[in-house]
T-cell receptor
Framework: DSGVTQTPKHLITATGQRVTLRCSPR?????VYWYQQSLDQGLQFLIQ???????AKGNILERFSAQQFPDLHSELNLSSLELGDSALYFC???????????????FGPGTRLTVL | DAKTTQPPSMDCAEGRAANLPCNHS???????VYWYRQIHSQGPQYIIH???NNETNEMASLIITEDRKSSTLILPHATLRDTAVYYC??????????FGRGTQLTVWP
């Protein structure tokens, strides 16, 4: 158990819909990261938040957005869903924003999104 | 971030050492080498990291060549539970991890 929780575990929805994925980081971790894992693209970094502020963006679509709340939990919002958005979405947390040194990330169990 | 190259698959007998290679010829002097693994759709798990020196922890050993262009992750006594995809990641830009395709390690009884 990494200490990172994600809800829901599974989500099935239809094209065009909007969903929200939730992540609670490890106690004390200020950084939250979102990753998407699909069969064709592998594990891809989407976005990072640090203490409520966006710090880095990766291959995140404009239809997707995220935020980190004052209690440090984070939500990833996916809208106008397409079949290709079906994937595993992982959240990770860490206790340091500094990228130049050792920075272990702790991953949650993921949310499996299926778009029909 | 450094581009890494790993074999797509390897296998190993249970109880034997598993040696997983990684090439990272474009790694810069201050970029670390990180290893993570992912067991069947679970969240990736950190294993070990290193900069120049060899490193060892309770999970594995990491051997980095002197020119830092390649490294080897060693699982000294592989078990069936070590069957997973192993990712070698070079560098760490702003905390984000860039995963490649990794190596599927299969440990057989």
């Amino acid at each position: 158990d990494s200490g990172v929780t994600q809800t829901p575990k599974h989500l099935i929805t239809a094209t065009g819909q909007r969903v929200t994925l939730r992540c609670s980081p490890r106690s004390g971790d200020l950084s939250v990261y979102w990753y998407q894992q699909s069969l064709d693209q592998g594990l891809q970094f989407l976005i990072q938040y640090y203490n409520g502020e966006e710090r880095a963006k990766g291959n995140i679509l404009e239809r997707f957005s995220a935020q980190q709340f004052p209690d440090l939990h984070s939500e990833l919002n996916l809208s106008s869903l397409e079949l290709g958005d079906s994937a595993l979405y992982f959240c990770a947390s860490s206790d340091s924003f500094l990228a130049q040194r050792y920075n272990e990330q702790f991953f949650g169990p993921g949310t499996r999104l299926t778009v029909l | 971030d450094a581009k890494t190259t790993q074999p797509p698959s390897m296998d190993c007998a249970e109880g034997r050492a598993a040696n997983l290679p990684c090439n990272h010829s474009t790694i810069s002097g201050n970029e670390y080498v990180y290893w993570y693994r992912q067991i069947h759709s679970q969240g990736p798990q950190y294993i070990i990291h290193g900069l120049k020196n060899n490193e060892t922890n309770e999970m594995a050993s990491l051997i980095i060549t002197e020119d830092r262009k390649s490294s080897t992750l060693i699982l000294p006594h592989a078990t069936l539970r070590d069957t997973a995809v192993y990712y070698c990641i070079g560098g760490l830009t702003l905390g984000r991890l860039y995963f490649g395709r990794g190596t599927q390690l299969t440990v057989w009884p």
